[in-house]
């Protein structure tokens, strides 16, 4: 198969990746798929942690009618929710698990603890890391800014459901759209590129913390990211 270019990565899986080809929820199918490719990454010596979103279940920041508090602390819980089944599909493969959250659920979670991440990280055990990082007004994408940054992974392997990288526009509108092959922190914040949000590219400028942004819905690109191959677009400093 090769071998891979990385020792320890954040792989952030957007809720919407998990529920397949269906607008909410979770597909069995497609939770397998995924839970399949994190196991053949971890077979390859890759030290994994996963920061997942909820978007599947609630999207915060679009709740208008809502406290933004209370809102963003319902996105927390999906992500939680979706953390669960991915704990149960990778375990189902035997692969050993364990999930942490930014908010205390003990009958369920272990509370995140950063010297016990990599711990498990060094036993070789998948950590998911749910709840973002248990602040309202902070996405997901920061959560895996900040949790990589902590646990001092090499890379953030943003996969993106329904696109192959970073464009200049829309490609879904624009069919003439740009794809970059390579990009710097700032030219993402200077052209206001929503790969991630500003606050999260800027704690990976601060901790030149590289990204690789791909996309989920072709088979087998997290481990073709991993083993080095040039797909998506790659983020680090200029």
């Given amino acids: 198969m090769g071998e891979p270019i990385f020792k320890r990565v954040v792989l952030k899986l957007s809720g919407e990746a998990l529920a397949g080809d269906g607008a909410y929820g979770i597909d069995a199918r497609t939770i397998s798929r995924l839970s399949y490719e994190v196991k053949s990454i971890h077979n390859l010596g890759i030290e994994v ?71 498990h990280l060094e036993k070789g055990r998948v950590v998911i890391f749910a709840a973002g990082s248990g602040n309202p007004y902070f996405s997901t994408d920061t959560a895996a800014a900040l949790r990589a940054a902590e646990i001092e992974a090499e890379v953030i392997l943003l996969a993106k459901k329904g696109v192959d990288g970073v464009y200049d526009s829309d490609p879904h509108i624009n069919t003439a759209a740009k794809k970059f092959n390579r990009l710097g922190y700032i030219d993402i914040l200077n052209m206001g590129l929503e790969i991630m949000d500003s606050t999260a590219t800027s704690l990976c400028m601060d901790n030149n913390l590289p990204i690789i942004v791909f996309g989920i819905d072709e088979p087998d690109n997290i481990i073709d990211v991993v083993l080095g191959k040039k797909i998506g677009t790659h983020i680090k400093e200029d």
């Fill in 49 to 119: 942690a996963i920061v997942v979103g909820g978007g599947n279940f609630w999207r915060g920041r679009t709740a208008k009618e809502m406290d933004r508090t209370t809102s963003d602390y319902m996105g927390m819980l999906g992500t939680v929710i979706n953390a669960l089944a991915l704990q149960d599909a990778l375990e189902k493969l035997d692969v050993k698990t364990r999930v942490q959250t930014a908010i205390e659920m003990r009958q369920i979670a272990e509370p995140y603890i950063r010297r016990k991440a990599i711990r």
